[in-house]
């Protein structure tokens, strides 16, 4: 008799394991990449949103950089009087 290979979705050798056990162990490994791929994508949004962030104070701070320097312009010049 020839031995069979192992599972080719699962990897089991069928030897020691239970069907059932098998596919707790399947779940757990979906669950696993699932929860990861998960996590990375809200690492990215994260990273997507604190760059934006950063953007938004850059433009602030050179909006704002003009109007500290500069007098108002639509007031009178109190000099000349």
Same mark, same amino acid.
């Given at each position: 008799?020839?031995?069979?290979? *192992?599972? *080719?979705?699962? +990897?089991?050798? +069928? @030897? +020691?394991?239970? +069907? /059932?056990?098998? !596919?707790? #162990?399947? &779940? @757990?490994?979906? #669950?696993?990449? %699932?929860?990861?791929?998960? %996590?990375?994508?809200?690492? %990215?949004? /994260? %990273?997507? !949103?604190?760059?934006? &962030?950063?953007? !938004?104070?850059?433009? &602030?701070? @050179?909006?704002?950089?003009?109007?500290?320097?500069?007098? *108002?312009?639509? !007031? *009178?010049? @109190?000099?000349?009087?």
């Amino acid at each position: 008799m020839s031995e069979a290979g *192992p599972c *080719p979705h699962c +990897g089991s050798d +069928g @030897r +020691g394991e239970s +069907g /059932i056990e098998g !596919l707790y #162990r399947e &779940v @757990r490994r979906i #669950r696993e990449l %699932a929860e990861s791929d998960v %996590a990375q994508k809200q690492a %990215a949004r /994260i %990273a997507d !949103l604190t760059r934006q &962030v950063q953007e !938004l104070r850059a433009t &602030v701070a @050179r909006l704002r950089a003009p109007a500290r320097s500069a007098p *108002p312009r639509d !007031l *009178p010049d @109190r000099r000349a009087g």
